[in-house]
């Protein structure tokens, strides 16, 4: 059997990750391999088996001592060969000495425990239609909030600093993000882009269940009528599962949201959406 090598993605080969996320039926983004790069340009991972991909990981290695595993893909015809567990093991080392999170498939929680991981809790991908609704008058365009602004918002609900990735999603090709201001303050932002199926909102995060109703329904108003559109909410804020289902989306799977080190002290009931399930 030959003998797999495992190196840092190119920018040219992300895409051909993206693409086996598409076939696992995970529904990325139509632009999303330009920001995943951006977040951390050495950490995604690609398996080559005589010079040929067959198998990607990302160990995204964000400051404050956080990383996040995501984009575990093997080839089908290539599983059950051991190459998963080295492309795993490649990962975790190179996050040796961080606090990592995950979101994983529930059915591989007891194979992540075996590595160190724990539940923390569990983030649901919801699924609706767009309804043709005037969009909120109050909202402002996210690319005219100062970045700093944004950068010290998203720290509130985000376990790192990640302000390069927060400059490329903002600025994603397709898509569209709206924030909330008050008395020069940040009170919440939301970001909408195209997938390959229909629209996925991600992040969602707001000071109140009415701002975040108010975002929700500023970035989906555009949208053709009848649209699908995604949000991935984590169970743990109530008042997020609530707004879900007071727009008549149904639970399409789940993943378990688990760390290595301690559970993150984060506004978790700001959070109304997550950013990606690739990302955190």
Same mark, same amino acid.
């Given at each position: 059997?030959?003998?797999?090598?495992?190196?840092?993605?190119? @920018?040219?080969?992300?895409?051909?990750?993206?693409? +086996?996320?598409?076939?696992?039926?995970?529904?990325?983004? &139509?632009?999303?391999?330009?920001?995943?790069?951006?977040?951390?340009?050495?950490?995604?991972?690609?398996? $080559?088996?005589?010079?040929?991909?067959?198998?990607?990981?990302?160990?995204?290695? /964000?400051?404050?001592?956080?990383?996040?595993?995501? $984009?575990?893909?093997? %080839? #089908?015809? +290539?599983?059950? @060969?051991?190459?998963?567990?080295?492309?795993?093991?490649?990962?975790?080392?190179?996050?040796?000495? /961080?606090?990592?999170? &995950?979101?994983?498939?529930?059915?591989? +929680?007891?194979?992540?425990?075996?590595?160190?991981?724990?539940?923390?809790?569990?983030?649901? @991908?919801? *699924?609706?239609?767009?309804?043709?609704?005037?969009?909120?008058?109050?909202?402002? #365009?996210?690319?005219?909030?100062?970045? *700093?602004?944004?950068?010290?918002? =998203?720290?509130?609900?985000?376990?790192?600093?990640?302000? =390069?990735?927060?400059?490329?999603?903002?600025?994603?090709?397709?898509? @569209?993000? &709206?924030?909330?201001?008050?008395?020069?303050?940040?009170?919440?932002?939301?970001?909408?882009?195209?997938?390959?199926?229909?629209?996925?909102?991600?992040? !969602?995060?707001?000071?109140?269940?009415?701002?975040? *109703?108010?975002?929700?329904?500023?970035?989906?108003?555009?949208?053709?009528?009848?649209?699908?559109?995604?949000? =991935?909410?984590?169970?743990?804020?109530?008042?997020?599962?609530? !707004?879900?289902?007071?727009?008549?989306?149904?639970?399409?799977?789940?993943?378990?949201?688990?760390?290595?080190?301690?559970?993150?002290? %984060?506004? &978790? *009931?700001?959070?109304?959406?997550?950013?990606?399930?690739?990302?955190?």
């Amino acid at each position: 059997m030959s003998s797999l090598t495992i190196r840092p993605m190119s @920018r040219d080969e992300i895409p051909w990750a993206i693409e +086996q996320a598409a076939r696992e039926g995970w529904n990325p983004g &139509l632009h999303d391999a330009v920001c995943f790069y951006q977040a951390n340009p050495e950490g995604f991972l690609i398996g $080559l088996l005589d010079g040929l991909p067959i198998g990607c990981i990302s160990a995204v290695a /964000y400051p404050e001592n956080f990383g996040f595993i995501g $984009l575990y893909i093997v %080839l #089908p015809e +290539q599983r059950g @060969r051991g190459y998963g567990i080295q492309l795993w093991q490649a990962a975790m080392r190179r996050l040796a000495g /961080y606090n990592v999170g &995950l979101d994983g498939v529930v059915a591989q +929680q007891a194979n992540y425990g075996k590595s160190g991981f724990r539940l923390a809790y569990r983030n649901i @991908r919801y *699924e609706g239609i767009s309804a043709n609704m005037p969009p909120p008058a109050s909202l402002h #365009p996210l690319h005219q909030i100062a970045p *700093e602004l944004l950068a010290a918002y =998203d720290r509130q609900v985000f376990p790192a600093s990640r302000p =390069d990735f927060l400059r490329a999603w903002v600025g994603l090709a397709g898509s @569209r993000g &709206l924030a909330c201001m008050a008395h020069g303050a940040l009170q919440g932002y939301g970001v909408i882009r195209p997938c390959r199926q229909g629209y996925k909102i991600g992040p !969602l995060f707001a000071d109140t269940p009415a701002l975040a *109703e108010s975002i929700y329904a500023g970035l989906t108003a555009p949208l053709p009528d009848g649209s699908p559109v995604f949000l =991935d909410v984590p169970e743990n804020n109530p008042a997020a599962l609530a !707004l879900a289902e007071s727009r008549a989306m149904t639970r399409v799977f789940e993943t378990a949201r688990m760390y290595t080190g301690a559970f993150p002290a %984060l506004a &978790l *009931e700001k959070q109304f959406g997550i950013t990606s399930f690739e990302l955190g």
